[in-house]
């Protein structure tokens, strides 16, 4: 079998990559003089690059691999089904096993009420469905002016035109002519950095609150839908208020809008639970899921449908929308493996009964380091903020990120993964994680904030 090209050495591989690839969100030139780190196998939560270096993945590659790495399983299950069909489409009246199996595994799985999906290939192409879908729910409900999508600040909800206007990261606006028309913006749920003297409780209430401010400005009869993520991931692993969600669903109920929870990161057991809206006893109308779906083993995504939307769209004719690999049947075979091994080896019921509380204390007690600020965790997502000075939570004189990059370059270094948005840490490892590992991640990440504080204190940005 083709080995590909493991067998190089890592800086023709590097040389190659920086001829030839062009990276996501990356400086490209930047990378290409510094030479990218090529990740060659993987197994369990361990990753090994071409010089044979381990390194413990605390982010689950982006944030998808939930079972962990090197599951056979699904491996062979790939090989079956491209050998028995390797492809077909689900567009002109036709279906195909994998999809049937795994659209009626993903309404057993789900909340009650959630008994149909619409399949894309990642979590971005089923945002831009739920746009297009939400728009037509409500044509065909005889309320075409229904159109604007409520959205948060700092949300994420995928790099494609519309995923990227449904998100609210400034930085994805400035590229590219975004937003697109008729999405619409409030506040995030960050009380750390934006709550000033609020307590938590009151900032939760302020923030959802925003919300029905912006149905009021402007008017129930353009507003369609409100999206966000249970738990903000890419922002920050922003685990909202107490307050925050229930006062969002009464906002929802009260006004006729539909509620859209993007369970990409949150969903198959990230948060303790299947779905992040199980977490907060969300009732969503439609659910975007990706990521843990397949544990990233093949891309697959989709939009989970609640009974009423689904009925009102199953009765309105052609739905002028679809994606030739959507619900890809190698990648949805893959999905409905990754489902059986979460389901039947109990991995979420395990976690909850042990790994999820043990990481918890543990990544708490890292609030005792003379850095951190806050810690946030959610069933195995989790941020800490890094301050000068913890009474005022205070930011770091130099640009936000500064530290966050140093942080990361120590924690990179010393074989653990963990990511920097700003100057928060976060991670978000595979749900498959032991207790020995965490202990592992967790004495690497102290021994990474010593290290940031010792070369912070250096450069006069700590007191
Ligand atoms: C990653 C992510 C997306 C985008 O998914 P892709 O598969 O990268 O297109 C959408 N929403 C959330 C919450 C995400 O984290």
Redesign the pocket.
């Known amino acids: 079998m083709n080995k590909i090209i493991n067998h190089l050495p890592t800086a023709e591989l590097q040389a190659l990559d920086a001829a030839h690839h062009m990276h996501p969100f990356t400086a490209n030139a930047e990378l290409a003089q510094k030479g990218v780190r090529v990740i060659t196998a993987a197994n369990g939560v361990m990753l090994t690059d071409s010089d044979g270096i381990q390194i413990l993945d605390g982010m689950a590659g982006?944030?998808c691999v939930n079972i962990g790495y090197g599951r056979k399983e699904l491996a062979d299950v790939a090989y079956a089904q491209m050998q028995q069909l390797p492809y077909y489409n689900t567009f002109f009246q036709t279906s195909h096993v994998p999809a049937i199996a795994l659209a009626a595994k993903l309404a057993e799985v789900s909340p009650e009420g959630f008994n149909h999906t619409f399949f894309a290939t990642?979590?971005?192409?089923a945002?831009d469905t739920n746009i297009r879908m939400v728009r037509h729910y409500w044509a065909a409900k005889g309320k075409p002016t229904k159109k604007i999508i409520i959205s948060r600040e700092n949300g994420?909800?995928?790099?494609t035109m519309g995923?990227a206007s449904l998100g609210g990261m400034k930085g994805m606006h400035a590229q590219g002519g975004l937003p697109i028309a008729d999405i619409s913006y409030i506040g995030q749920p960050d009380w750390y950095n934006e709550g000033g003297d609020m307590s938590r409780e009151e900032f939760g209430l302020k923030r959802a609150r925003e919300l029905e401010a912006k149905i009021y400005e402007l008017g129930e009869d353009k507003v369609a839908a409100f999206i966000a993520?249970p738990v903000q991931?890419?922002g920050g692993v922003i685990v909202p208020p107490e307050t925050y969600w229930p006062e969002i669903q009464r906002i929802c109920d009260e006004h006729e809008i539909l509620l859209i929870a993007?369970e990409?990161?949150c969903g198959f057991g990230r948060t303790g639970h299947w779905f992040g809206t199980d977490y907060y006893g969300i009732r969503p109308h439609i659910m975007?899921i990706?990521?843990g779906l397949s544990s990233g083993y093949a891309p697959i995504?989709g939009s989970m449908v609640c009974d009423e939307v689904a009925n009102v769209v199953n009765h309105a004719g052609d739905f002028a929308h679809g994606y030739t690999y959507g619900g890809h049947p190698v990648a949805a075979a893959v999905a409905l493996e990754n489902l059986r091994i979460i389901q039947e080896e109990k991995m979420i019921e395990n976690a909850v009964a042990d790994t999820i509380p043990y990481l918890q204390e543990k990544w708490h007690a890292l609030g005792d380091h003379p850095l951190i600020g806050e810690t946030n965790m959610v069933g195995f997502m989790g941020s800490l903020v890094m301050t000068p000075d913890k009474a005022s939570r205070s930011r770091f004189s130099a640009d936000a990120g500064t530290v966050g990059l140093v942080a990361r370059g120590h924690s990179f270094g010393n074989g653990l993964i963990m990511r920097h948005v700003g100057d928060r840490m976060i991670i978000s490892p595979p749900i498959s994680i032991t207790r020995l590992e965490i202990d592992k991640l967790i004495d690497i990440a102290f021994k990474s904030l010593d290290e940031t504080l010792a070369d912070i204190k250096e450069q006069g940005l700590y007191k």
């Open positions: 982006l944030w990642g979590g971005s192409e945002n994420y909800h995928g790099s995923g993520e991931g890419a993007d990409v990161i975007t990706a990521k995504g």
